[in-house]
C-alpha cells in the first residue's frame, strides 16, 4: 500500500479547515443580513482606525473580511476623535468601499479635546466657551457632508465650573446651567448647521452608562432626547473585580437600556459596548443584556480595540452567541414586561444610592423600568430617586392602602412620616448607603423579600442572590452571574407548561422539570442564561 505523504495531509486538513471557516463567516455574514431588521451588529471605525487600518485598501480589506466573520452589518465611520480629524479622502473611499461591500454605513464624532479644557473631566470641554462651540459647529458640518446618519460618542457633556462658566449661569444650580447649556449648544452648534448642510442627515445622541449622573454633568435625557432624531444607550458593563473598569452588574445594562426605552420610545435604537476590563463571559453577558433589553442593534466598540488585548478572545466567543442572541431578540421583541415597577425619575438625584436599581435588579426582583412613579402598578421598588416626584407621598399611599406591597430604601423611608412606613405593605431594603453591599445577602435573607413582592404576580422565585429573573411577554428568562452552578425554583399559581427556547452559551447546561404550575432547576450552570417559553 502506497502511504499518503504527511505534507500532502497536513495541506489537506489545513484547506478543508480554511473552507470550513469560510462557510461558517458566510453563514454568519449571511444569516446576520437575514436578521438585521430584528437585530443589526454594528462596530466603529474611530478616527484613529481610520488613519490606521481604512486609509488602505488592503487594510479596508481585512476589516471587512473581519466584520463579515463576525456578523457585522453596519460599519460607524468616525471622522473626529481625542483632537484628531480623520481626512476626507480616506473617510469617503472607506465609506464607499464598505457600500459596495454591502454594509450600511453611518458616521461619528467623538467629542473629545475639541478645545478649551473643562476644569472636571479629562478631555472634556467648557462649552461656554464660544471658539469651543465653533470647533464643535465646523466638526459636524464637515461630517454631515460625508454621512446621512451620524451618531455622538458618550462625552457630550461638561462639568466645567471655570470663571466664564460661573459667570454665565448666574443663579442657576449647576445641573440646571449644564442642561441648558448642552441644550443650546446642541441645537444650535449640531443639529440646526449639520441639517443645513445636508438636509437627510439624521444625528444620534448616545447616552452614557452612568445615568444616576446624566443632569449633573448637562445630560437632559427629556429635552435631548425629544431634540435629536434618535438615542442609543451605553450598556457596558465589565467585570465587576476589575481595579480600573469595574464596580457595575451586569443588570445595569438592561436597566439602564430599558429605562431609556421608556423616554425614548422608538427613537431608542441600540446599545453599545466594549471590551475594556471584561473577559470572555462578562464580553458576552453584555450583548445579552443589551439584546433582553429590546435593543434593536448592538454596537461592538471598537475595530482597534478588538483586535488586541482580550479583544480577540471575546469576539471569537461572541460569534458562538450571535445565533442564540437573534433567538432571544425573537422572543422578547415587543413583548410586554410583566413584574416590579421601577421608577426613576428623570433628573432625580440619588444621593448615597447610586445604581441601585441594577443591584436590586441581581437579587431576583424582575424590574419594570419607567420613568414615572404611579399607582396602578401590581408592586414597586422606590429609592432615594422617588423624591423627584413632589406626589411622592400621596402616591405612597395610595399604593400601599390598596394593598400594593411597596420594597423601599431605607434612604427613602429616613425621608417619610413614620405613620407612612409602619404598613404591612411596605418593606424596607437595607441599603446604607452601599448597594453594593446588596450582594451579600443569602438566599434565606432573600426569600420573604422576593415572595412579598411577587405575590401580586402569581407566583414564587428562589435562587441564590446574582441570579436575575426576567417575564417577558410568555418567556421566564433565568441568568445565572455566579462562577458555579446554581438550583433555583419557579412557582406559579397556576398550571404552566414550559418548554426549554434557548440556552447561551452554547455548552451551558440548564436541567429543569415542570410538573403543574412549579419549575424546578436542578442546575443551572455558572454565567449561563435560559429562556424557558409557558
Same mark, same amino acid.
Given at each position: 500500500m502506497k502511504r499518503a505523504n504527511p505534507a500532502t495531509c497536513l495541506a489537506a486538513i489545513i484547506c478543508i479547515s480554511c473552507v470550513t471557516s469560510s462557510a461558517r463567516a458566510e453563514s454568519l455574514w449571511d444569516l446576520a443580513h437575514q436578521s438585521k431588521d430584528l437585530l443589526r451588529i454594528s462596530t466603529l471605525f474611530t478616527a484613529q482606525d481610520v488613519r490606521g487600518h481604512l486609509s488602505t485598501d488592503?487594510?479596508?480589506? %481585512?476589516?471587512?473580511?473581519?466584520?463579515?466573520?463576525?456578523?457585522?452589518?453596519?460599519?460607524?465611520?468616525?471622522?473626529?476623535?481625542?483632537?484628531?480629524?480623520?481626512?476626507?479622502?480616506?473617510? %469617503?473611499?472607506?465609506?464607499?468601499?464598505?457600500?459596495?461591500?454591502?454594509?450600511?454605513?453611518?458616521?461619528? *464624532?467623538?467629542?473629545?479635546?475639541?478645545?478649551?479644557?473643562?476644569?472636571?473631566?479629562?478631555?472634556?470641554?467648557?462649552?461656554?466657551?464660544?471658539?469651543?462651540?465653533?470647533?464643535?459647529?465646523?466638526?459636524?458640518?464637515?461630517?454631515?457632508?460625508?454621512?446621512?446618519?451620524?451618531?455622538?460618542?458618550?462625552?457630550?457633556?461638561?462639568?466645567?465650573?471655570?470663571?466664564?462658566?460661573?459667570?454665565?449661569?448666574?443663579?442657576?444650580?449647576?445641573?440646571?446651567?449644564?442642561?441648558?447649556?448642552?441644550?443650546? *449648544?446642541?441645537?444650535?452648534? *449640531?443639529?440646526?448647521?449639520?441639517?443645513?448642510?445636508?438636509?437627510?442627515?439624521?444625528?444620534?445622541?448616545?447616552?452614557?452608562?452612568? $445615568?444616576?449622573?446624566?443632569?449633573?454633568?448637562? $445630560?437632559?435625557?427629556?429635552?435631548?432626547?425629544?431634540?435629536?432624531?434618535?438615542?442609543?444607550?451605553?450598556?457596558?458593563?465589565?467585570?465587576?473585580?476589575?481595579?480600573?473598569?469595574?464596580?457595575?452588574?451586569?443588570?445595569?445594562?438592561?436597566?439602564?437600556?430599558?429605562?431609556?426605552?421608556?423616554v425614548g420610545g422608538a427613537k431608542c435604537g441600540g446599545g453599545w459596548f466594549d471590551p475594556f476590563g471584561t473577559h470572555q463571559a462578562t464580553y458576552v453577558e453584555q450583548a445579552r443584556q443589551t439584546v433582553l433589553a429590546d435593543a434593536k442593534e448592538m454596537l461592538l466598540f471598537c475595530y482597534g480595540a478588538l483586535l488586541q488585548g482580550t479583544g480577540p478572545a471575546n469576539v471569537e466567543?461572541?460569534?458562538?452567541?450571535?445565533?442564540?442572541?437573534?433567538?432571544?431578540?425573537?422572543?422578547?421583541?415587543?413583548?410586554?414586561?410583566?413584574?416590579?415597577?421601577?421608577?426613576?425619575?428623570?433628573?432625580?438625584?440619588?444621593?448615597?444610592?447610586?445604581?441601585?436599581?441594577?443591584?436590586?435588579?441581581m437579587l431576583g426582583l424582575p424590574l419594570v423600568p419607567t420613568n414615572e412613579v404611579r399607582t396602578d402598578v401590581k408592586a414597586a421598588f422606590l429609592p432615594v430617586h422617588a423624591l423627584k416626584d413632589p406626589q411622592l407621598r400621596d402616591k405612597l399611599g395610595t399604593m400601599v392602602s390598596a394593598g400594593t406591597p411597596v420594597l423601599i430604601t431605607d434612604g427613602l423611608a429616613a425621608k417619610l412620616p413614620p405613620a407612612l412606613t409602619d404598613n404591612k405593605n411596605l418593606l424596607v431594603l437595607k441599603v446604607s448607603g452601599k448597594p453594593n453591599s446588596l450582594l451579600d445577602l443569602t438566599r434565606e435573607q432573600l426569600r420573604p423579600i422576593r415572595d412579598k413582592l411577587l405575590a401580586p404576580l402569581g407566583i414564587r422565585f428562589d435562587a441564590p442572590n446574582k441570579v436575575a429573573l426576567y417575564l417577558i411577554g410568555n418567556c421566564v428568562i433565568v441568568e445565572n452571574f455566579n462562577d458555579e452552578a446554581v438550583t433555583a425554583t419557579l412557582e406559579f399559581k397556576q398550571p404552566v407548561k414550559a418548554t426549554k427556547s434557548l440556552v447561551l452559551p452554547v455548552d451551558g447546561q440548564a436541567d429543569f422539570s415542570c410538573t403543574a404550575g412549579k419549575i424546578e432547576f436542578t442546575k443551572i450552570t455558572a454565567r449561563t442564561l435560559v429562556a424557558l417559553t409557558y
Open positions: 488592503r487594510g479596508i480589506d %481585512e476589516a471587512i473580511d473581519w466584520c463579515q466573520k463576525t456578523g457585522v452589518t453596519h460599519a460607524f465611520i468616525e471622522s473626529f476623535r481625542d483632537g484628531y480629524m480623520a481626512e476626507r479622502p480616506a473617510l %469617503e473611499h472607506a465609506r464607499a468601499r464598505f457600500r459596495a461591500a454591502g454594509f450600511d454605513v453611518s458616521g461619528c *464624532v467623538t467629542p473629545t479635546k475639541i478645545g478649551k479644557d473643562s476644569t472636571g473631566w479629562t478631555s472634556i470641554a467648557c462649552y461656554t466657551d464660544e471658539p469651543t462651540q465653533k470647533h464643535v459647529q465646523e466638526i459636524f458640518e464637515y461630517t454631515a457632508s460625508m454621512f446621512d446618519e451620524i451618531m455622538i460618542d458618550d462625552f457630550w457633556f461638561t462639568d466645567c465650573q471655570c470663571g466664564e462658566c460661573q459667570k454665565a449661569r448666574g443663579d442657576k444650580s449647576w445641573p440646571q446651567y449644564h442642561c441648558d447649556l448642552m441644550t443650546r *449648544v446642541s441645537r444650535e452648534r *449640531v443639529l440646526k448647521p449639520a441639517n443645513a448642510v445636508n438636509p437627510n442627515v439624521k444625528i444620534i445622541i448616545k447616552y452614557p452608562q452612568w $445615568y444616576d449622573q446624566f443632569h449633573n454633568r448637562g $445630560y437632559e435625557v427629556v429635552q435631548e432626547t425629544a431634540d435629536f432624531d434618535r438615542i442609543w444607550v451605553g450598556t457596558e458593563t465589565r467585570d465587576y473585580a476589575d481595579k480600573r473598569w469595574g464596580g457595575d452588574v451586569q443588570y445595569k445594562g438592561y436597566y439602564l437600556m430599558r429605562w431609556l426605552g421608556v466567543k461572541l460569534r458562538t452567541e450571535i445565533t442564540g442572541l437573534f433567538s432571544l431578540a425573537k422572543l422578547v421583541r415587543n413583548q410586554p414586561l410583566r413584574g416590579i415597577a421601577a421608577p426613576k425619575p428623570p433628573n432625580s438625584d440619588a444621593f448615597n444610592e447610586q445604581y441601585v436599581y441594577d443591584f436590586v435588579g
